[in-house]
C-alpha cells in the first residue's frame, strides 16, 4: 500500500508542483529587486524586459508577461499543456510579485557586484526549481528545456548565447562597466543552471 502512494520517479503530486512553482517564482522576482536595485539587467527574456522597461518606464512585469506570449505555441506542440499551464502560472506568478514586491521591500543602497551575485544566485535556485516541477519562466527557457529534451544540449548553455546576443545590444546602450556587472549575475545564473540541471537526473516533463 505505501508503494502504491508514492509518486512516479520524477514525478510530484499537484502540490508538490504548486509549492515548487511559487517557491521559484518568488526567488526570480526577489532577484529583479536587486538588479533593479543595482540598476543592471539580466539576458532571456528578462533581460529584454528590462532593457525596454527602464528607458521607456514602462512596468517590467507587464512587458515581460507580453513577450512571453509567442512562446507559449511551442511550448503546446512540443512540451505538452501540462508543461505550458504550469509555465504559464510561473511567468504569471513571477510578472505580479515583481510589481509587488517594491511596495513591500525597498533596497536604497547595493553595490553592483553584490547585486550580480544575489540576482544570479537567486535566480538560478529559483529556476531550477521551477524545471524540477516541469515549468519555466517562458521564452527562451522553453526553448533551452525542448532542446535539451530533444537535442541533448543543456538549457545553461542554450540561455548563455541568448544572453550573449542580449548583451552585445546592451553594450550599445549603455557603459560597459555596467554591462559587465550586469554579465557576471548572468554568468552566475547560467552556471548555477549548466552545473545542476541535468537530463540524465531530471526532464523538463512532469
Not at 170 to 194: C, D, H, K, M, Y
Request: hydrophobic residues 55%; charged residues 10%.
Amino acid at each position: 500500500m505505501l508503494l502504491l502512494d508514492m509518486p512516479p520517479p520524477d514525478r510530484h503530486r499537484p502540490w508538490e508542483d504548486a509549492q515548487g512553482i511559487v517557491i521559484g517564482a518568488t526567488l526570480v522576482a526577489l532577484s529583479i529587486q536587486f538588479l533593479r536595485a543595482s540598476e543592471l539587467f539580466t539576458g532571456q527574456i528578462a533581460g529584454l524586459s528590462l532593457l525596454i522597461a527602464y528607458p521607456s518606464g514602462w512596468s517590467f512585469g507587464a512587458v515581460f508577461f507580453v513577450l512571453n506570449l509567442p512562446f507559449y505555441a511551442l511550448a503546446i506542440t512540443q512540451l505538452g499543456w501540462r508543461f505550458t499551464l504550469k509555465s504559464f502560472a510561473a511567468v504569471t506568478l513571477m510578472s505580479t510579485m515583481a510589481e509587488l514586491l517594491p511596495l513591500v521591500l525597498t533596497v536604497n543602497t547595493l553595490h553592483p557586484a553584490l547585486g550580480a551575485a544575489l540576482f544570479g544566485v537567486l535566480a538560478g535556485v529559483g529556476l531550477l526549481s521551477l524545471f524540477r516541477h516541469g515549468a519555466t519562466l517562458g521564452g527562451v527557457g522553453i526553448v533551452a528545456l525542448w532542446l535539451q529534451d530533444t537535442r541533448g544540449i543543456r538549457a545553461g548553455n542554450t540561455q548563455l548565447l541568448f544572453d550573449l546576443c542580449v548583451f552585445a545590444v546592451a553594450l550599445a546602450l549603455f557603459p560597459w562597466e555596467r554591462v559587465a556587472w550586469s554579465l557576471l549575475g548572468a554568468v552566475i545564473l547560467n552556471a548555477i543552471i549548466t552545473i545542476n540541471h541535468r537530463r540524465d537526473r531530471y526532464i523538463a516533463r512532469s
